[in-house]
């Protein structure tokens, strides 16, 4: 049964960083996943993907800023977060797709078949 569990969420101060890790088992990294995050009251959306080749996909708002990116030999996916924004606040939830590859744009959470827990991120102003 497929696993992720995600990690290094925290509170920051606007212009921050921060960078979530989500180790993953139970199937290949070299699938697609996906970082969605949720904020209270809204909907939750898909922020990045990785394809099977390692070509990313973001969401407009977060383009420049957020790097998603893997480490097989680790069964990691990261999300590398700068210049954090209060809007970017919210838990951060990593996804799973095995076997097909991403779909187009960030995805909607019907898109995916695996979830992890979540990590909170809380960006002040």
């Known amino acids: 049964q497929p696993h992720l569990v995600e990690s290094g969420g925290g509170s920051v101060q606007a212009g921050g960083s921060l960078n979530l890790s989500c180790t993953v088992s139970?199937?290949?990294?070299?699938?697609?996943l996906a970082w969605f995050r949720q904020a209270p009251g809204k909907e939750r959306e898909g922020v990045a993907n990785?394809?099977?080749?390692?070509?990313?996909t973001y969401a407009e708002s977060v383009l420049g800023r957020f790097t998603i990116s893997r480490d097989i030999a680790k069964n990691t996916l990261f999300l590398q977060m700068n210049d954090l924004k209060p809007e970017d606040s919210g838990t951060y939830y990593c996804?799973?797709?095995?076997?097909?590859?991403?779909?187009?744009?960030?995805?909607?959470?019907?898109?995916?078949?695996?979830w992890g827990q979540g990590t909170q991120v809380t960006v002040s102003s």
């Open positions: 996804a799973g797709r095995p076997y097909r590859g991403c779909p187009s744009g960030p995805g909607t959470i019907s898109d995916f078949d695996y």
């Open positions: 139970g199937f290949a990294l070299t699938y697609c």
């Open positions: 990785l394809n099977t080749r390692a070509s990313p």
